[in-house]
């Protein structure tokens, strides 16, 4: 993952997997809805992008791991 939008699509799809609406998972998280829309939009917050610039130019991937997933 090297992109916000990545990032975005990525939790797109695991709240979508997991049955949950946009304003679920905000409550859950402790969010605005407006955060989680602008989060899979793949919008790149300051703290976001820096952070997939700065793995992309060490050379690491990020990714996102359902928990009991095995590599």
């Known amino acids: ?5 990545e990032f975005g699509g990525s939790i797109r799809a695991a709240r979508k997997a997991q049955g949950l609406r946009q304003d679920q998972l905000a409550g859950a998280a402790g969010v ?4 989680i829309v ?3 939009a793949g919008k790149p ?5 820096k ?3 700065v793995a992309a130019a060490l050379g690491l991937r990020v990714t996102i791991e359902a928990p009991g997933t095995q590599r």
């Open 38 to 40: 602008d989060l899979e």
């Open 1 to 5: 993952m090297t992109t916000p939008e």
């Open 32 to 35: 605005g809805v407006r955060f």
């Open 51 to 53: 952070a997939l610039a």
């Open 45 to 49: 917050t300051s703290h976001l992008g």
